[in-house]
């Protein structure tokens, strides 16, 4: 069960309400980087998972994320407090309102009218929170892959978002939420190698062949050498010839005999004639066609 403790889990100090940094702050409220989209993301594989250990670790960082919602919903609450109460009590003239709405170059004046001024379930962008930013798939030693890599994309977008403003009681704030993308990073990680061997993910092993092979694809001036293409544990391609294989590189099907004489008599009917040349309406649209 969950029980609501009404005191954030971090203090949070606005200096003065910012419509338009309310409105950025919804990327890490509905965003697909966001604290919603984190707690459904390790909720989800805690209810799926065996393992003790992991199970604990996912729903205790879970419950962290929504306190984590909270802190952000909150700040983006106190800085729409004025265009909150402007937008509902209709102080100012119809144009002045929209002017202090949109000051800056911001569109918080769409959050604001949809919304009136609390923490909607979209992007900053407007766009709606979405289910398929969860991208679980059921399988430890990918998820927490996964998982290590969303709180790296949460940490970046509360560093761009600490550089966004100067109220120090919200950068403190994002601080805390950024750093805690830390903790959660190195708990993830933890997890992943208490896992031996984690690699490759799932249980089927790669085709020995093809494990350890690198092949040049992309040709030309740039090409590099580095450990992720030479030593001992790479094959290096330089020119790489389909079908590595040693097929014929095309695609092939067995069909039973009825059904092979089926596809060829479509074969037959649906045939171009290369020796054609029809009269077509762009001929005509194009104005070059002339009756003879």
Do not use: C
């Amino acid at each position: 069960m969950f029980v609501h403790n009404k005191r954030l889990q971090y203090t949070v100090r606005v200096g003065a309400p910012n419509p338009g940094l309310a409105n950025l702050l919804l990327e890490q409220f509905g965003g697909p980087q966001g604290e919603l989209a984190a707690a459904m993301r390790y909720f989800t594989q805690g209810l799926n998972e065996d393992d003790p250990g992991r199970k604990d670790l996912l729903l205790d960082i879970a419950t962290e994320e929504l306190s984590h919602l909270e802190i952000i919903g909150s700040i983006v609450a106190m800085l729409n407090k004025g265009a909150k109460g402007d937008l509902a009590e209709a102080i100012e003239e119809e144009a002045a309102l929209y002017r202090s709405l949109t000051e800056g170059g911001n569109d918080s004046h769409i959050t604001s009218l949809l919304y009136g001024g609390g923490p909607a379930l979209t992007n900053s962008a407007g766009v709606p929170w979405t289910a398929a930013y969860v991208d679980s798939i059921g399988e430890p030693t990918a998820d927490f892959r996964s998982n290590i890599a969303a709180e790296a994309r949460a940490k970046i977008i509360y560093e761009r978002l600490i550089n966004v403003t100067d109220d120090p009681g919200i950068k403190e704030a994002l601080g805390f939420l950024m750093t805690r993308e830390l903790a959660h990073q190195k708990s993830f990680e933890k997890a992943l190698h208490a896992i031996q061997p984690n690699f490759p993910q799932g249980k089927l092993p790669g085709m020995p062949e093809f494990t350890s092979v690198y092949f040049n694809l992309s040709q030309g001036e740039g090409d590099m050498r580095g450990s992720w293409n030479q030593g001992d544990q790479w094959a290096f391609v330089d020119d790489p010839q389909p079908a590595v294989d040693g097929g014929s590189g095309l695609a092939e099907v067995d069909l039973p005999e009825a059904k092979l004489e089926v596809v060829e008599q479509m074969k037959l009917r649906t045939a171009s004639d290369p020796a054609a040349d029809p009269l077509t309406g762009a001929d005509l649209g194009s104005g070059a066609y002339q009756k003879p």
